[in-house]
């Protein structure tokens, strides 16, 4: 973070910078990712705070991406399986925020995700949280190609659980289907590509 706006909260500014402090202190980026994912932070439906001045907003899903890169980081400086109860814990509550992504943010059940603070950085042309002026939806290719790669992420970390338990192997199918579920509709939405 620089200096002129640190410090301040955002869910996914935190989790990238989990990772490559994951190099220096892979303790420490385990448990603030943890520490996001905790009943006291997670609202109750699955959703993640975004950021200090609106923690209902919507930050874009990353976290399963940096769950998977900061076990991957502490497994190789451990030498061995990795820690599998750090992922297998952050793995369950990322399961709830995804519910929350496919009952919340795809309104339609089309596999379009819309709405929130979603974009590659915070500066828009105009709050995409709010409502738009012409009483429509904003649909938005960003937003659902962030969970075809929260599909993946996720699918990847049920794969590496299925290793050890596979009890996980029929979870890692279903995000498959997710992520072919979402590429579809963003190469057909409405039929005509």
């Known amino acids: 973070p620089d200096k ?7 869910a996914w500014d935190l989790a990238f910078h989990t990772v490559p402090l994951a190099r220096l202190d892979p303790a420490f980026a385990k448990k603030q990712l943890d520490l996001l994912t905790r009943e006291w932070y997670l609202h109750p439906n699955g959703q ?21 890169k900061v076990f ?11 820690d599998l109860a750090f992922l297998e814990r952050v793995f369950h509550k990322l399961l709830l925020n995804f519910t929350w992504w496919v009952n919340r943010k795809d309104p339609d059940g089309r596999n379009i995700f819309q709405g929130g603070f ?3 950085d915070n500066i828009g042309l105009f ?20 969970m075809a790669m929260y ?3 996720l699918l990847e970390i049920a794969l590496e659980l299925a290793h050890h338990n596979p009890v996980y192997q029929d979870i890692a199918s279903k995000f ?9 509709a963003m190469t057909d939405m409405g039929g005509d590509g």
């Open 4 to 10: 002129w706006e640190y410090p301040w909260f955002a």
């Open 127 to 146: 709050d995409r949280s709010a409502p738009l002026p012409t009483e429509g939806h904003l649909h938005q290719s960003d937003g659902t190609s962030w």
């Open 118 to 120: 979603l974009g590659l």
């Open 72 to 82: 991957q980081i502490d497994r190789e400086q451990r030498g061995d399986k990795g």
């Open 176 to 184: 498959f289907e997710h992520f072919l579920s979402i590429a579809k």
């Open 48 to 68: 993640l705070p975004a950021y200090e001045w609106a923690f209902g907003d919507v930050n874009p899903p990353v976290h399963a991406w940096a769950a998977l």
């Open 151 to 153: 599909s993946l992420n």
